[in-house]
């Protein structure tokens, strides 16, 4: 039996804030690390304000901190946010201690990249914000890094808008086919694996055959089975087709409607169109 043992830390943050005009040594920190947070997610930072003697300072009654995240390149801010001072005055534990908490939704749509932050203090004696310094050399700005390493990254579907023309002689009708649409059956383990397609016509008439094969090398024709059949008569919009299956590949196949004054189902005036497929497993 293997043992996967999980660490939940906290998200600390030092912040050196000089509210004491009579500290005047400087101990420096070798490095400063990088805040890191995960999109998607909710968050929640630690903040330790020190003084530059890295001693703990009381922030309970000294005024109101925000958290200003931004992206240095294009100087645009992306949220700014509260921190919420835990300090109590009194508990040794919680001196210097607040926090700042981002939703899911504050993250949900930031690329993947890394930004600044500033943290600023609004003085009472001046009535305006003045800079928290972030690090021990005096910076102003600290770095912050937005990843994605919780959820999959959904990759884009697959769109098939270019058919192949063929001619049934059984039927003796027109077909149009969208060639072996890769089905990733690497990922699928079960029957139970999900397929989804979007079938995009245009005052469409005819019928639609959604296929799929177990063969790594299907060529062209044969070796597949139907797996939906759909009408249509006069359809225009998105139509949605769920299936399930294990596939190597899939395919779609439309064959319009004949038109009763037609002499074959070439007539796109009388049949519409069958514009696209987006395709998903």
Known sequence: MQNLPV???QNNLNIILD?????????????????????GVKNVVRIQFKNSDQKRIIVSNTGTYLFTMFDAINQRQILEKPINILDDGTTLAL???????????DTIDLEVSEYQFSVKYLDPAIGGYVPAYSNTYYGVAGKIKVLNDIYPVLKPSQSVSDFQQTYNDSIQLYQ????NI???????STGAALHT????MTNFKGTVYVQGTLFSSPGSSGRYVTISTLTYDGFSGIDYLNFNGVFSFVRVIY???????????LSTAYAGTFDKVLYRS
């Open 182 to 188: 890769y089905a990733s059956p690497e990922y699928h």
């Open 95 to 105: 001196r210097g201690e607040g926090e700042v908490v981002f939703s899911e939704s």
């Open 176 to 179: 149009w086919n969208s060639g």
């Open 19 to 39: 509210l004491d005009p009579t500290t005047r040594g400087v101990n420096n920190v070798m490095y400063q690390r990088d805040l890191q947070i995960q999109k």
């Open 7 to 9: 660490y939940l830390y």
């Open 255 to 265: 064959q319009p409607a004949k038109g009763p004054m037609n002499y074959d189902n």
């Open 197 to 200: 397609m979007a079938l995009y």
